[in-house]
C-alpha cells in the first residue's frame, strides 16, 4: 500500500481546487508476467538470447511465417559489415553450446546467410523456440485498462498486446515490451517533399521499393528503361546490378536520379577511402557514368509521377520545371521510415526530424554521422516516458540510415539487463567497434547495406 498525495485536483472545471490524499494499492503481479519481444528479426532474437541469459520470462512475436521474414525478402543483399560484428555475444554463447558451426567471422554475410546460418539455428534453440509465435501480427499495444489519455495508476498497470493470429484476435499481457519491428516495407516515396501521393501508389507494379534482385526479374528490367531514384549506396548497389544486366540487354537504359548537387558527391572516398572495398564501389558507379552507360540528373527535385503511355517524373531541376518521360519502370532507393501505428496508444518520445527515439536524435543525425561513427548506446537513451516500454534496432533510427547491427545489439544488452534488476551492466558500455567503422563491400556481390 502506497499514499500518494495530489496537488490541486480538480472534480471539474467550476469545481474549487482542494488537496486530497488516495490510497491505492501497488500491483505486484505484474512481475511474473513475460516480457514481449516484437520481431524476430536479429535484434529482437538477440534481446531473446539476452532474457534467456537473465533467466527472465518471454514471448517472441514475429508477423511473418518465418523468423526475419523482412530479411529473406532482401536475402540476395550483402551487408556491409562482416560476421563479427553480425553475432551477438549473448546468443553465440548459447549457440556455442550446441552443434552450430561459426562461419567465417572475416566474410560478409547475404541476407540468406545471416538467416540460415546464425538467425535460424537460434531460434531453434530449445531455449528459444517455445517462446516464439510466428505469423503473429502485433496490431497495437496498450496498458491494461487504460488509453494513452488516462493516468491514474498508469505505471503499475501492465501491457495489453492485441496480436492477430488465424483470423482472431488474441490478448497477451506483458510487464515490459521490446519493439524490434524495424522499418523494412514501410519505404519512403519517390516524391522528394515524403508525402505519398494517390498516383505513386498506383504505378505500385512498375515500381520496387529497395534493392530489387536483379537476377531474378531479369524479364523485368531487360531492353527498358528504368530511373534509379536515390543517391546512396543502395542505389549505386542497384544501379551496378543493372548494368550487368545490360551487358547481355544492350538496349536497356539507365537513368539516375537523385537530389545531390552533383554526382561526384555520391562517389565517395574512391581510391582514398579508409576502407579499398567500399571505396572499389564509388570507382566502380564512377566508370559507367564517365562511358554514359548510366545518365545523371541532378539535383533534381520529384514532385509527383504520372502515367501516360509510359511512367512520366515530374519535378524540378535549376529551379525550373521538366518532366522527365519514357520510363517502364522505377527503382526507389530512397530509404525507409518507421510505422508507429501500434505504438499510438503509448506515451513516446519520438523527434520531430528523424522520427527515431528522442535522445538517440543527435547521435545519429545523418547530416553528422555514418553507419561507423554513432557511439553505442544503451536503456538510458531509449527510455520512453512510457515505462518499461522500448524501441530498438532499426526503428529506433527512425528515418536515419545510419543503423548498424552490433549497436543494436547493444541496446538491448543494456535493456534486458535493465529490465532484469541489474542497473549498474545496464549503464556500462560493452561494444567497440574500429575507428574506420565497420562497413565494408564484397565486389564479389555488389548488393550491400548498411545494417
Same mark, same amino acid.
Given at each position: 500500500?502506497?499514499?500518494?498525495?495530489?496537488?490541486?485536483?480538480?472534480?471539474? =472545471?467550476?469545481?474549487?481546487?482542494?488537496?486530497?490524499?488516495?490510497?491505492?494499492?501497488?500491483?505486484?503481479?505484474?512481475?511474473?508476467?513475460?516480457?514481449?519481444?516484437?520481431g *524476430?528479426?536479429?535484434?529482437?532474437?538477440?534481446?531473446?538470447?539476452?532474457?534467456?541469459?537473465?533467466?527472465?520470462?518471454?514471448?517472441?512475436?514475429?508477423?511473418?511465417?518465418?523468423?526475419?521474414?523482412?530479411?529473406?525478402?532482401?536475402?540476395?543483399v550483402?551487408?556491409?559489415?562482416?560476421?563479427?560484428?553480425?553475432?551477438?555475444?549473448a546468443?553465440?554463447?548459447l549457440?556455442? %553450446?550446441?552443434?552450430?558451426v561459426?562461419?567465417?567471422?572475416?566474410?560478409?554475410?547475404?541476407?540468406?546467410?545471416?538467416?540460415?546460418?546464425?538467425?535460424?539455428? $537460434? !531460434?531453434?534453440?530449445?531455449?528459444?523456440?517455445?517462446?516464439?509465435?510466428?505469423? +503473429?501480427?502485433?496490431?497495437?499495444?496498450? /496498458?491494461?485498462?487504460?488509453?494513452?489519455?488516462?493516468?491514474?495508476?498508469?505505471?503499475e498497470?501492465?501491457?495489453?498486446?492485441?496480436?492477430?493470429?488465424e483470423n482472431?484476435?488474441?490478448?497477451?499481457? +506483458?510487464?515490459?515490451?521490446?519493439?524490434?519491428?524495424?522499418?523494412?516495407?514501410?519505404?519512403?516515396?519517390?516524391?522528394?517533399?515524403?508525402?505519398?501521393?494517390q498516383n505513386?501508389?498506383?504505378?505500385?507494379?512498375?515500381?520496387?521499393?529497395?534493392?530489387?534482385?536483379?537476377n531474378s526479374?531479369?524479364?523485368?528490367?531487360?531492353?527498358?528503361?528504368?530511373?534509379?531514384?536515390g543517391?546512396?549506396?543502395s542505389?549505386?548497389?542497384?544501379?551496378?546490378?543493372?548494368?550487368?544486366?545490360?551487358?547481355?540487354?544492350?538496349?536497356?537504359?539507365?537513368?539516375?536520379?537523385?537530389?545531390?548537387?552533383?554526382?561526384?558527391? *555520391?562517389?565517395?572516398?574512391?581510391?582514398?577511402?579508409?576502407?579499398?572495398?567500399r571505396?572499389?564501389?564509388?570507382?566502380?558507379?564512377?566508370?559507367? #557514368?564517365?562511358?554514359?552507360?548510366?545518365?545523371?540528373?541532378?539535383?533534381?527535385?520529384? !514532385?509527383?509521377?504520372?502515367?501516360?503511355?509510359?511512367?512520366?517524373?515530374?519535378?524540378?531541376?535549376?529551379?525550373?520545371?521538366? #518532366?522527365?518521360?519514357?520510363? @517502364? @519502370?522505377?527503382? #526507389?532507393?530512397?530509404?525507409?521510415?518507421?510505422?508507429?501505428?501500434?505504438? !499510438?496508444?503509448?506515451?513516446? &518520445?519520438?523527434?520531430? %526530424?528523424? @522520427?527515431? #527515439?528522442?535522445?538517440?536524435?543527435?547521435?545519429?543525425?545523418p547530416?553528422?554521422?555514418? =553507419?561507423?561513427?554513432?557511439?553505442?548506446?544503451?536503456?538510458e537513451? $531509449? /527510455?520512453q516516458?512510457?515505462?518499461?516500454?522500448?524501441?530498438?534496432?532499426?526503428?529506433?533510427?527512425g /528515418?536515419?540510415?545510419?543503423?548498424?547491427?552490433?549497436?543494436?545489439?547493444?541496446?538491448? /544488452?543494456?535493456?534486458t539487463?535493465? $529490465?532484469?534488476?541489474?542497473?549498474?551492466? &545496464?549503464?556500462?558500455?560493452?561494444?567497440?567497434?574500429?575507428?574506420?567503422?565497420? =562497413?565494408?563491400?564484397?565486389?564479389?556481390?555488389?548488393?550491400?547495406?548498411?545494417?
Amino acid at each position: 500500500m502506497k499514499t500518494l498525495k495530489v496537488i490541486n485536483q480538480n472534480g471539474s =472545471c467550476c469545481t474549487p481546487a482542494k488537496d486530497i490524499e488516495v490510497q491505492e494499492t501497488v500491483n505486484n503481479s505484474n512481475k511474473n508476467l513475460p516480457i514481449v519481444i516484437i520481431g *524476430a528479426g536479429p535484434i529482437g532474437l538477440a534481446a531473446a538470447a539476452h532474457l534467456v541469459e537473465q533467466k527472465q520470462a518471454f514471448i517472441l512475436l514475429e508477423a511473418g511465417r518465418e523468423i526475419a521474414h523482412n530479411i529473406r525478402t532482401w536475402g540476395h543483399v550483402t551487408l556491409f559489415s562482416p560476421w563479427r560484428y553480425n553475432i551477438n555475444k549473448a546468443a553465440k554463447a548459447l549457440l556455442d %553450446a550446441s552443434d552450430w558451426v561459426e562461419p567465417n567471422l572475416d566474410m560478409l554475410p547475404t541476407g540468406n546467410e545471416l538467416i540460415d546460418l546464425y538467425l535460424k539455428p $537460434l !531460434s531453434e534453440l530449445v531455449q528459444i523456440k517455445p517462446n516464439i509465435q510466428l505469423n +503473429a501480427k502485433v496490431v497495437g499495444i496498450s /496498458r491494461k485498462f487504460n488509453d494513452k489519455m488516462k493516468t491514474k495508476n498508469r505505471v503499475e498497470q501492465s501491457f495489453n498486446i492485441y496480436v492477430e493470429q488465424e483470423n482472431d484476435i488474441n490478448i497477451i499481457e +506483458a510487464k515490459a515490451v521490446i519493439d524490434a519491428t524495424g522499418t523494412w516495407g514501410n519505404p519512403n516515396p519517390a516524391n522528394t517533399t515524403g508525402v505519398w501521393l494517390q498516383n505513386e501508389k498506383a504505378l505500385a507494379n512498375h515500381i520496387e521499393y529497395g534493392i530489387p534482385d536483379i537476377n531474378s526479374n531479369a524479364k523485368r528490367y531487360a531492353n527498358k528503361k528504368i530511373a534509379v531514384i536515390g543517391g546512396g549506396h543502395s542505389a549505386i548497389n542497384t544501379l551496378l546490378a543493372l548494368a550487368e544486366l545490360q551487358e547481355e540487354n544492350p538496349a536497356t537504359k539507365l537513368v539516375w536520379i537523385m537530389r545531390k548537387r552533383s554526382v561526384e558527391e *555520391a562517389y565517395g572516398g574512391e581510391e582514398k577511402d579508409a576502407l579499398a572495398a567500399r571505396g572499389a564501389l564509388g570507382v566502380r558507379i564512377h566508370e559507367l #557514368v564517365d562511358t554514359g552507360k548510366v545518365e545523371v540528373i541532378t539535383p533534381f527535385y520529384i !514532385s509527383q509521377l504520372k502515367k501516360d503511355e509510359s511512367i512520366q517524373i515530374v519535378g524540378t531541376i535549376n529551379e525550373e520545371t521538366k #518532366v522527365l518521360t519514357g520510363f @517502364e @519502370e522505377l527503382i #526507389v532507393n530512397a530509404g525507409n521510415r518507421p510505422d508507429l501505428t501500434i505504438n !499510438s496508444e503509448l506515451r513516446l &518520445s519520438i523527434d520531430a %526530424a528523424t @522520427e527515431s #527515439v528522442q535522445a538517440l536524435a543527435p547521435l545519429i543525425d545523418p547530416n553528422e554521422h555514418s =553507419c561507423g561513427t554513432v557511439r553505442a548506446h544503451g536503456e538510458e537513451i $531509449l /527510455r520512453q516516458p512510457e515505462k518499461d516500454f522500448y524501441i530498438v534496432g532499426a526503428k529506433s533510427y527512425g /528515418r536515419a540510415p545510419t543503423f548498424l547491427m552490433a549497436t543494436g545489439y547493444e541496446q538491448v /544488452r543494456s535493456i534486458t539487463a535493465y $529490465l532484469s534488476g541489474d542497473k549498474e551492466a &545496464s549503464k556500462r558500455v560493452e561494444l567497440e567497434l574500429p575507428e574506420t567503422g565497420v =562497413c565494408g563491400i564484397n565486389l564479389a556481390n555488389q548488393s550491400n547495406s548498411c545494417c
